[in-house]
């Protein structure tokens, strides 16, 4: 049977995350980590608190995006926004998660503002990380804390994050549409239906949104920044506590370090289901270039703690969702 290009990406994503998952623990000293795991394991329920506070502010940064006309529970959000990513958590790039939010959403709020809502959520939360790994990436440089050769994968990330940013800011500040005209456009020079379908027309409306909320209240955006920083911060914490359970302490800024890389490794390694095999090479690799031991076991800690939130998400998972909670219409 003859494979689909989509097929054809998955099954090449799996078999690299594999391979990359199988070279790494093979390359580490693994009697050594067994034993540092040992030791974590005592502190497990410590050092799993700065990803639960991730959750609960990554939570409230969406449950704050919604207009306040169509605001649902926050526990709703966050039962929501927890199921749908421990869905997209098993699926190339997380592909299920955005339109599953949608659907589980359907009954408490109009699917046009519960796309636009989740788009601003994530555009900001991801500017704002963009900004931490531009600026902490060059900070890193010329701190002299890395070998030459990791130096110059850090100016590259910091190079790609300032052109990415830019690029946003241009988006973001022009008062203009984008998806909208561009459509509208073609559907009059060619007539083709797709251009002027229900699909399209609705995701037009999920821009103009997006836009106007993105636009029109500088609180709304405030908050988003500063529970972005508050996201990061968190995980160069978790970064830390790790290595204390471990009985090998480093410093904020080294923990501060190793997320910077990994969070950027974690978009190369997107197209992995659950970015197998990337983000444990991630891990050991920026800790043995900071020359520290304990590689393995902040590998092993991140793929257990997201198995563990996958777990807890699809627990979570609102059944009775798509029944309609109250009757609800399109935003205008």
Same mark, same amino acid.
């Given at each position: 049977?003859?494979?689909?290009?989509?097929?054809?990406?998955?099954?090449?994503?799996?078999?690299?995350?594999?391979?990359?998952?199988?070279?790494?623990?093979?390359?580490?000293?693994?009697?050594?980590?067994?034993?540092?795991?040992?030791?974590?394991?005592?502190?497990?329920?410590?050092?799993?608190?700065?990803?639960?506070?991730?959750? #609960?502010?990554?939570?409230?940064?969406?449950?704050?995006?919604?207009?306040?006309?169509?605001?649902?529970?926050?526990?709703?959000?966050?039962?929501?926004?927890?199921?749908?990513?421990?869905?997209?958590?098993?699926?190339?790039?997380?592909?299920?998660?955005?339109?599953?939010?949608?659907?589980?959403?359907?009954?408490?709020?109009?699917?046009?503002?519960?796309?636009?809502?989740?788009?601003?959520?994530?555009?900001?939360?991801?500017?704002?990380? #963009?900004?931490?790994?531009?600026?902490?990436?060059?900070?890193?440089?010329?701190?002299?804390?890395?070998?030459?050769?990791?130096?110059?994968?850090?100016?590259?990330?910091?190079?790609?994050?300032?052109?990415?940013?830019?690029?946003?800011?241009?988006?973001?500040?022009?008062?203009?549409?984008?998806?909208?005209?561009?459509?509208?456009?073609?559907?009059?020079?060619?007539?083709?239906?797709?251009?002027?379908?229900?699909?399209?027309?609705?995701?037009?409306?999920?821009?103009?949104?997006?836009?106007?909320?993105?636009?029109?209240?500088?609180?709304?955006?405030?908050?988003?920044?500063?529970?972005?920083?508050?996201?990061?911060?968190?995980?160069?914490?978790?970064?830390?506590?790790?290595?204390?359970?471990?009985?090998?302490?480093?410093?904020?800024?080294?923990?501060?370090?190793?997320?910077?890389?990994?969070?950027?490794?974690?978009?190369?390694?997107?197209?992995?289901?659950?970015?197998?095999?990337?983000?444990?090479?991630?891990?050991?690799?920026?800790?043995?270039?900071?020359?520290?031991?304990?590689?393995?076991?902040?590998?092993?800690?991140?793929?257990?703690?997201?198995?563990?939130?996958?777990?807890?998400?699809?627990? #979570?998972?609102?059944?009775?969702?798509?029944?309609?909670?109250?009757?609800?219409?399109?935003?205008?």
């Amino acid at each position: 049977m003859k494979r689909t290009v989509p097929q054809l990406v998955s099954l090449v994503a799996v078999v690299a995350g594999v391979v990359l998952f199988v070279a790494t623990m093979l390359g580490i000293d693994r009697e050594v980590t067994l034993r540092e795991v040992r030791t974590l394991g005592f502190a497990f329920p410590l050092v799993m608190l700065p990803s639960l506070g991730w959750h #609960l502010l990554r939570a409230a940064g969406w449950y704050a995006c919604f207009p306040p006309e169509h605001r649902p529970s926050y526990w709703t959000v966050f039962r929501v926004r927890l199921a749908s990513d421990a869905v997209g958590y098993f699926t190339v790039r997380g592909a299920a998660s955005e339109p599953l939010r949608v659907l589980l959403l359907m009954g408490h709020v109009p699917p046009v503002v519960a796309a636009a809502a989740s788009v601003l959520e994530r555009t900001a939360m991801g500017i704002m990380s #963009l900004l931490g790994v531009g600026i902490f990436a060059a900070i890193a440089v010329s701190s002299n804390m890395l070998p030459q050769g990791w130096q110059e994968v850090f100016r590259g990330i910091a190079i790609t994050a300032a052109v990415v940013l830019f690029v946003s800011f241009l988006f973001l500040t022009r008062r203009d549409r984008y998806f909208g005209p561009l459509v509208e456009v073609l559907y009059a020079k060619t007539g083709w239906s797709w251009a002027g379908g229900r699909t399209v027309r609705a995701i037009t409306a999920v821009e103009d949104l997006f836009l106007k909320l993105a636009r029109t209240s500088s609180r709304r955006i405030q908050l988003l920044i500063l529970l972005s920083v508050a996201c990061y911060a968190l995980m160069a914490f978790e970064v830390y506590l790790v290595f204390w359970a471990i009985n090998q302490p480093i410093s904020l800024w080294v923990g501060t370090i190793v997320e910077t890389f990994t969070r950027s490794a974690s978009v190369a390694g997107g197209a992995i289901p659950g970015n197998l095999g990337a983000l444990e090479a991630s891990n050991v690799a920026v800790v043995h270039a900071l020359g520290l031991a304990g590689g393995g076991t902040l590998a092993l800690f991140r793929r257990v703690r997201g198995l563990a939130f996958a777990t807890l998400g699809l627990a #979570l998972y609102p059944r009775d969702a798509i029944k309609a909670a109250r009757p609800v219409t399109d935003a205008g």
